[in-house]
């Protein structure tokens, strides 16, 4: 199933990326996910066609392309590496933020680098608090951390929401422990008085939207997620005989994938919606909705493999971590839904 | 129904197992899912305890307690952690039980005596690349040459594969009549023409060992046949009876450690200023959390109570308790691991290594589409 | 110099099931997935390589559906310059000689120096849309060509024959070239190519009918399934000793 409002530009992306990821990330994407390695000469490759500066202007180097454009390309890398995608999205959003809200000497200096590649940018996702020990200090998970030459993260000064840029530094700590999203390049750091050192800050006039379009990303990796678990558990019913019959002849098997369609084709369709018009509660909606999808369909995936959804020689093991971690990052679908429903009352 | 109670030594064996875990294994735990190692330290521990033989009579070198006891000690295990319970829970439910039901008094002095000593480790080998689900469509086969048995197949996904000494399995002596074709066997390590092979790399249970086992042309001796010639798929069947009570305990274990850390945590932790515990939405995870958690506790400890009073085989309540207890710790350690945050997400915090254990409890010994299969024939009579 | 290029959207069949229609002729595509033709592939890649050397215009000519539309964007995409897509009427009872003769009409007045296409469809297979081109326009084509230079007025290209022998011609353009896969390195649209497509010349040319078909599908069908396997079981020796007899019963050994 296939949204209506895609123009011919988003199909050729769509498939443009399709063979740049076969092609470039299929192969190794399982190895460095087991060693937490970013795909670094996947990322220059993709930044040589101009994939990391998607959003920024042609003027600074870019393609000036829309939103929905990320939101396809991002997609379509996430059905083979997820981390990778991430990354992606990241940059270019780290971009785009730039973009918006840094002076005309900032960009200058920046943007071509950025959208060429040349330079990459790492932004924390964790937009949304997260818990932290009673009177502990908070700290920060930032995407592309260990590879990327500077990075932004936003904070709230004097009641005012402000973006934070920041070369890259030794206050850059490498998550080496996480769950999933393992090539991603993820690194924390403490938000103490020597992270807001020497540093550039720009307000953020409209920080709901910025965030909410930064979550919708996310949930675009995700629906990757969501579109490649589908494919690959189709595929595998159809190859795996048990009972002297296909996988896929049983009914419980049939409906697991039914309903795995069902949240595939629901979170395309909601993500593309949501980068087409300017709404933030749409944008939440379709985050939380597509990200807790993409949990489910990997969860059933690994079920429909069963032992070997379970090993690392297959991709579903992978898929149903980086899922998880989609699903917490920006924070908890739980919390998130609490706000959406104070939105949806105010 | 009347729902089983814990006898007071029941109740003093859990405070036995739980102190112990707590000491020895608490601390741990993190370091062996890092590793990806088994054990052994640990595993030697709990072999001098006597815990490798719990529901075995002492003639048989085992601790004569009951199958209770024995779902105690993998529940409390399996809360701090799932990698060392699922070893024993494999070593205990699926090589010695059937070993204990099935096997001739030389085969138990033999095989039995030690397993429940842990002088050895035992494991079992029913799944095999192409007959998973499927177990009826085992490929391995045996034939009978002389006095000697001729084995050759291959066996996948085998707990505690490599660092069995003692290994039940099972092999098709004539593919033709499928289930009925199939008979049980008893192989030890170091057997000419056997061999464990590859280790899987797993999602979670990492210092838990899962091999490939090979047969190539390997000779048993005649009396290595255990129950009676094409009747393996009954010794298996009975095996998986309480097999699955083990893996749903397990779940439960899990289930109950990732409820205790949440509980801790949403009571240390805040969140933009206010304690977790005080969110509504981490309240309806929480008390979502303990009633399904307490709804799994009856079915998995009604089940094991059955058992102990063996007036009928428990397959459908075994059934019941493996594919509720799993498919709620899915869904518990998912949950609360949300409420963690970020926190959630590292090896720092257990959460993320409780829901990548957790998940194989749907999976394995039977996904929970087979135990729906299961409980569904047990209704409709097939 | 003017370069054109033929390129075919096809199914991708290689891993996916494919159904035969109640027609018995045509497969049903509602679960393919459709690309450029591999070879064709590599033959636009040929084209951008040798006008990132030489000045001129790259154009794309694919007889096909309207769906057909999106290889020739992706071409566009890439960086040639224009597109022309035929759609006869009756499309889909075509052959190979029908459609080079739709290609070559629209080809002849084109005042290409070179005219390339992919050696081989992955779909239906003749090898003949490329090599019929070339005689319906009256220029001299090679077939199979794994390395190409373009010197005044001069193609030098190379063919790789049976047992690994190569051969190596001289040609006088202009000329057509069928393009052996694996001669280069396809390359990815860029972003910014693919924003520029769409303002590119894509010219359509409908209401014809294509003429002076000589073949004709008659059925397509799966052939039917015949006991061709026997499973040989028992220890590898055993086994083995069986595979000899059976090949010495067949004289194959």
Not at chain 2, 354 to 382: A, C, N, P, Y
Not at chain 3, 186 to 198: E, N, Q, T
Request: aromatic residues 8%; contains cysteine; hydrophobic residues 40%.
């Amino acid at each position: 199933m296939d949204w209506m409002g895609l123009k011919d530009e988003h199909k050729l992306l769509r498939q443009d990326m399709k063979r740049f990821a076969e092609t470039e990330l299929s192969s190794v994407v399982l190895e460095m996910d087991k060693k937490g390695e970013p795909l670094t000469s996947a990322m220059k490759k993709i930044g040589e066609i101009g994939g990391l500066g998607i959003l920024i202007s042609e003027e600074f180097g870019g393609a000036g392309m829309d939103f929905l454009s990320l939101i396809v390309t991002v997609e379509e890398l996430a059905k083979i590496s997820p981390s990778f995608a991430l990354s992606v999205a990241i940059h270019n959003f780290f971009g785009e933020a730039i973009l918006s809200y840094g002076s005309t000497e900032f960009k200058k200096e920046y943007l071509f680098s950025l959208s060429t590649g040349k330079m990459i940018g790492g932004m924390a996702v964790d937009t949304m608090n997260h818990p932290i020990p009673s009177n502990g200090c908070e700290e920060r998970l930032v995407v592309n951390g260990t590879f990327s030459d500077i990075f932004g993260f936003s904070v709230k000064i004097d009641e005012k929401e402000q973006f934070v840029v920041k070369k890259k530094g030794e206050e850059l700590k490498e998550e080496t422990e996480m769950m999933g999203m393992r090539s991603s390049g993820i690194s924390s750091f403490k938000l103490d008085e020597n992270a807001m050192s020497e540093d550039k800050r720009f307000n953020i006039d409209s920080a709901n939207d910025f965030y909410s379009r930064m979550r919708l990303l996310l949930a675009s990796v995700a629906c990757g997620i969501c579109q490649a678990s589908l494919e690959n558990a189709i595929s595998y019913s159809k190859e795996r005989h048990q009972f002297d019959r296909l996988i896929a002849s049983f009914g419980m098997v049939r409906t697991m994938l039914a309903d795995m369609a069902s949240r595939a084709y629901a979170s395309r369709i909601v993500v593309y919606q949501a980068s087409s018009v300017n709404n933030v509660l749409d944008r939440e909606i379709a985050s939380v909705f597509t990200t807790e999808s993409s949990l489910y369909v990997t969860d059933k995936g690994v079920q429909i493999y069963g032992g070997y959804g379970y090993i690392k020689d297959y991709p579903l093991e992978m898929f149903f971590r980086d899922a998880k971690v989609l699903e917490v990052f920006a924070g908890s679908a739980d919390y998130r839904k609490v706000l959406i429903g104070k939105s949806l009352t105010s | 129904m009347k729902f089983a109670e814990f006898t007071d030594r029941h109740k003093a064996f859990r405070d036995e197992v739980r102190g112990f875990a707590k000491k020895e294994l608490l601390d741990e735990s993190t370091q062996i899912d890092r590793k990806g190692e088994f054990p052994w330290h640990i595993i030697n521990k709990i072999k001098e305890r006597g815990w490798l033989g719990v529901p075995f009579p002492e003639k048989y070198g085992g601790l004569g307690l009951d199958a209770t006891s024995y779902i105690i000690l993998v529940e409390e295990i399996a809360r701090v952690c799932a990698s060392t319970a699922i070893m024993i829970a494999a070593h205990v439910s699926l090589a010695c039980q059937p070993i204990y039901a099935n096997g001739t008094e030389e085969q138990k002095e033999k095989y039995l005596v030690p397993l429940s000593r842990g002088e050895k480790i035992g494991s079992f080998g029913l799944t095999e690349p192409n007959a998973g689900s499927d177990a009826g469509g085992t490929e391995t086969t045996a034939k009978l040459i002389g006095d000697k048995w001729l084995i050759n197949g291959t066996k996948r996904f085998i707990t505690n594969g490599h660092v069995a000494d003692v290994i039940v399995f099972t092999a098709s002596q004539d593919r033709e009549k499928k289930t009925h074709g199939i008979s049980a066997f008893i192989v030890e390590k170091g057997t000419k023409g056997f061999e464990a092979g590859k280790e899987e790399d797993k999602m979670g249970l990492r210092g838990s060992i899962t091999s490939e086992l090979h047969f190539e042309d390997c000779e048993l001796p005649k009396e290595n046949l255990l129950g009676k010639e094409y009747e393996g798929f009954k010794v298996f069947m009975e095996t998986l009876d309480g097999g699955r009570i083990s893996i749903g305990v397990l779940a439960l274990g899990i289930a109950q450690g990732a409820l205790d850390y949440g509980i801790e945590y949403a009571r240390e932790y805040s969140l933009n200023g206010k304690p977790l515990y005080k969110y509504q939405w981490v309240q309806k995870i929480i008390a979502d959390a303990a009633t399904e958690i307490m709804a799994a506790r009856h079915l998995i400890y009604h089940a094991a109570n059955l058992k102990d009073r063996g007036e009928k085989r428990v397959t459908e309540e075994g059934a019941m308790a493996k594919l509720y207890a799993s498919e709620v710790s899915t869904r518990v350690c998912s949950k609360i691991q949300s409420i963690l945050g970020k926190d959630g997400l590292t090896k720092k915090y257990p959460l993320e290594r409780f829901l990548r254990d957790t998940k194989l409890m749907e999976i394995g010994e039977g996904t929970s589409e087979i135990q729906r299969l299961v409980i569904s024939r047990q209704i409709f009579g097939r | 110099m003017n370069i054109a290029v033929c390129i075919k959207r096809v199914p991708e069949t290689a891993e996916a099931a494919v159904n035969i229609d109640s027609s018995e002729k045509h497969i049903i595509p509602d679960q393919l997935v459709f690309d450029i033709n591999e070879a064709d592939n590599y033959a636009l890649e040929e084209a951008l390589l040798l006008r990132e050397k030489t000045e001129g215009d790259i154009t794309l000519f694919t007889v096909g559906s309207k769906e057909s539309d999106e290889v020739i964007k992706m071409g566009l995409a890439k960086g040639a310059t224009r597109g022309v897509r035929i759609t006869p009427e009756n499309l889909d009872n075509l052959d190979a000689y029908a459609v080079a003769k739709l290609l070559a009409e629209q080809v002849k007045e084109g005042n290409f120096d070179l005219i390339l296409t992919g050696c081989i469809s992955s779909d239906v297979g003749n090898s003949q849309v490329g090599v019929t081109l070339a005689e319906l326009l009256g220029i001299p084509h090679a077939t199979l060509v794994i390395k190409m230079g373009i010197e005044d007025g001069f193609a030098t290209v190379q063919r790789e024959l049976e047992g690994g022998l190569l051969e190596e011609l001289k040609i006088k353009l202009p000329a057509l070239f069928t393009i052996q896969t694996g001669i280069n390195e396809p390359r990815y649209a860029s972003i910014l190519g693919i924003k520029r497509a769409a303002q590119k010349e894509l010219r359509v040319i409908e209401n014809i009918t294509a003429e002076g078909m000589k073949a004709e599908v008659v059925k397509m069908y799966y052939p039917p399934v015949g006991k061709m396997a026997e499973i040989l079981e028992g220890g590898v020796e055993e086994v083995s000793g069986k595979l000899c007899e059976i090949l010495k019963g067949k004289g194959l050994l």
